[in-house]
């Protein structure tokens, strides 16, 4: 898994990443969420580099062999601990929910992955509701 420092925005965007492709399926609409949200300027990352963040994401899946739409919780522990700055928490929380929001289909995996996430770092996660 590729290594950042902590509280970077490229640990920070790599966790709203991990929650774009959650459910097995990253979808445009999830994409142009963050992007109209403005996730680059939110999360202090240089001009154009999510889409790279995301894809060295999905490599290090790859890698890992991780072939489902459910995400390992030690892996995403481990992610979480790489943001401990309590506003960045909840700007990757809002861009995550925000993002599995987007096409109007909040599967189980994604439910999961957002409330392990606000549970971990304390914070409160209204209005994630699953879709079958």
């Given at each position: ?17 991990l ?7 990253v ?14 300027t ?41 943001v ?14 925000a ?34």
């Open positions: 898994m590729q290594a950042y420092r902590r509280n970077s925005p490229e640990a920070a965007a790599r966790i709203v990443a929650a774009l492709g959650s459910d097995g399926n979808c445009r609409a999830e994409f142009e969420a963050v992007s109209h949200l403005g996730i680059e939110q999360l202090g990352l240089q001009a154009g580099s999510f889409p790279t963040v995301v894809r060295a994401l999905c490599e290090d899946l790859q890698l890992m062999a991780w072939g489902g739409s459910r995400v390992d919780p030690e892996l995403l522990d481990r992610l979480l601990l790489d401990t700055d309590v506003e960045l928490q909840r700007k990757v929380l809002t861009l995550a929910t993002a599995v929001h987007a096409d109007r289909h909040v599967s189980d995996a994604e439910t999961q992955l957002l409330e392990a996430t606000a549970r971990r770092w304390g914070l409160p996660l209204e209005g994630i509701a699953t879709e079958s």
